[in-house]
């Protein structure tokens, strides 16, 4: 691909000021976050009716099922939620009956997650319904792109993780 930004698919020149323009639709990280939205709130459709759960619900609790236990701040880096997000989840879903909260025995101020038999019953019942979803995305794909897509995950995450700006 050209240098000329004329040619560049995420930028063009009008002729009334010769300004760049940035059109979104085209901009790889706008794609991405839009295609996750997109992905996570069509998956939200098989446990926001049947549970009443929203997506940082849903991600508290696969968090928890697969992890067993872990503090509100280990969930908030392990998910990239926000701390008010977790928060919110972690109150919703105590309020439900599907965490409960234990004091961590490694340090008495901070409390550990856990999902209660309720909140664990909800999560194996999600389990195959998640990784069927998950399959029915993936059978999209051949397996040369299955594959591909793997790899520029690991090289757009190693290259987001290590850019620094000018």
Do not use: C
Not at 84 to 106: H, Y
Not at 116 to 134: F, R
């Amino acid at each position: 691909m050209s240098n000329d930004p004329v040619s560049q698919p995420l930028q063009t020149l009008t002729p009334e000021d010769d300004r760049t323009v940035l059109k979104l639709n085209q901009f790889l990280p706008y794609r991405l976050v839009h295609l996750a939205e997109t992905v996570s709130r069509s998956f939200s459709q098989i446990y926001a009716d049947q549970y009443g759960i929203g997506i940082p619900e849903w991600r508290l609790i696969a968090t928890l099922g697969e992890h067993e236990a872990m503090t509100a701040r280990d969930i908030g880096t392990a998910t990239s939620m926000h701390k008010t997000k977790v928060s919110r989840a972690v109150a919703a879903l105590e309020n439900r009956g599907f965490v409960v909260r234990e004091k961590n025995p490694e340090d008495l101020r901070e409390q550990v997650l856990k999902l209660s038999p309720k909140g664990n019953e909800v999560y194996l019942e999600l389990v195959p319904k998640a990784l069927a979803y998950s399959k029915e995305l993936e059978n999209a794909l051949t397996d040369g792109q299955s594959k591909a897509l793997s790899e520029i995950f690991e090289r757009l995450d190693k290259a987001a993780s290590n850019f620094r700006p000018d």
